[in-house]
């Protein structure tokens, strides 16, 4: 008998960490063991309040065993098959049909993925398709704004308002532009300068999450959406983070009274317990592909769209949002939220501005003195923070907070607590204001 062989293992984790200085990550991960409403526990057994809800998605809580008994079910009645061609699957066509009864516009069109990345990716096919077969294939360009976040896949690197999440690649997809995130002028020029004719969509997220948690001007929606019909361009709303409560709304957009051609979803539509992403196309853009005869056919679809398992879990998300009112609390937070850092920050020169106020999620911008001083200050910040018993997002030049909608008054005042902590020890540690 042969002798068997010991694996080799590496001296540091096996694991590459995604956005991650795995040089740093190998020698000290963090790791989290457990999870349960707004806190999380790590492998010493230490708690920590959930300021973010893991990555911008756990909106109801975590450990929802509702969620966990509905993908329990469903793995054993129908565990996974695919909805390609003609075949389907109950909770793909629930799960669409009650998304589509969302949107803003009767008759809409639901197409499934597996996360925000790839809706991302199947809303600029759709875009680029619905031109193409209205024979106006030049209209191909897409418009997004600077600062914006719209995934990590081909198109999303390539609409990548994050300078540095689209550098090192080589060259990107072609026919995109970057505008000002806060003028709706910028999107008038850039037109003129393009000609209308030319493009194909304007890729919007209500709040601009990833790259700062910035929140539109009043009127700024409104106006993108305005010019968009009246140059016949496609609007997006990227809503993977706006969604479902975050700003006190289903769908996020539906905050403000437009209808934007295209939406995506993806995060706290399972509350994360599972991947899933999905399109909503309004009837003028899907209708199309839905043509009693010789409709084109979108070639294009994730292997996991529409998985039964993934679905399942999304409908339970989306009875609880239902069964205990959790959609409103994103407006119905926000004023105490954004009380509870202008005084966790107050008198902190280490901070230059609180960006808060409209939805369960916040910005809080280090001042230019000490990010000069240190660059690192962001991530040293979320350290002090968790070491005082609050876990926040690192973004660029600050951190950035999301909650879930679950959280209770006393946890605001221990997130609040445990940023201005954070501040104090940063302080201490000798970062400039």
């Not at 309040?49 to 509702?66: F, I, M, Q, V």
């Not at 304007?202 to 539109?216: D, W």
């Amino acid at each position: 008998m042969a002798e068997q062989q010991t694996p080799h293992r590496s001296s540091t984790p096996a694991l590459w960490h995604p956005f991650s200085d795995m040089g740093a990550v190998s020698r000290s991960e963090f790791l989290i063991a457990s999870a349960e409403g707004c806190y999380v526990e790590d492998a010493a057994g230490r708690r920590y309040l959930d300021a973010t809800a893991a990555l911008w998605y756990s909106n109801l809580g975590h450990g929802r065993t509702e969620i966990a008994d509905a993908v329990s079910a469903q793995l054993r009645s129908l565990d996974a098959y695919s909805i390609f061609g003609d075949y389907a699957n109950e909770p793909s066509n629930r799960l669409a049909e009650r998304l589509a009864a969302l949107a803003p516009a009767p008759g809409s069109k639901v197409f499934l993925g597996s996360g925000g990345g790839d809706a991302i990716d199947t809303a600029a096919k759709i875009a680029r398709a619905h031109f193409h077969h209205r024979g106006e294939p030049e209209r191909a360009h897409l418009i997004y704004r600077r600062h914006g976040y719209h995934g990590t896949h081909g198109f999303g690197t390539s609409l990548a308002g994050i300078e540095s999440n689209a550098e090192g690649w080589g060259p990107l997809i072609a026919d995109t532009s970057v505008v000002a995130y806060d003028d709706p002028g910028a999107l008038e020029l850039e037109l003129a300068r393009l000609g209308a004719d030319r493009v194909a969509a304007f890729f919007c997220e209500p709040v601009i999450g990833a790259g700062g948690v910035r929140l539109p001007a009043d009127g700024y929606i409104e106006a993108v959406a305005e010019i968009c019909a009246r140059h016949g361009v496609l609007f997006v709303a990227d809503c993977v983070i706006c969604g479902f409560g975050r700003l006190g709304t289903w769908l996020g957009i539906d905050r403000w009274p437009v209808r934007p051609d295209l939406i995506t979803l993806a995060k706290g539509l399972s509350n994360g317990a599972l991947p899933v992403g999905a399109v909503i196309a309004a009837p003028s853009v899907a209708a199309p592909f839905f043509a009693d005869s010789a409709a084109p056919v979108f070639r294009h679809g994730a292997t996991y769209a529409g998985h039964p398992a993934c679905c399942a879990a999304a409908l339970a998300a989306l009875d609880l949002y239902e069964a205990e009112g959790l959609i409103p609390r994103g407006r119905e937070l926000e004023g105490a939220l954004a009380e509870k850092l202008a005084a966790a920050t107050a008198g902190s020169d280490l901070v230059a501005e609180v960006r808060a106020g409209l939805g369960l999620l916040a910005g809080i911008e280090l001042s230019a003195e000490a990010l000069v001083a240190d660059p690192a200050a962001p991530a040293r910040l979320q350290l002090a923070c968790r070491e005082a018993g609050v876990l926040v997002r690192p973004l660029g030049t600050g951190i950035a907070v999301s909650p879930p909608l679950t959280i209770t008054a006393d946890q605001l005042g221990e997130l609040g607590d445990g940023i201005a902590a954070g501040l104090r020890a940063l302080d201490r540690q000798g970062v400039p204001g």
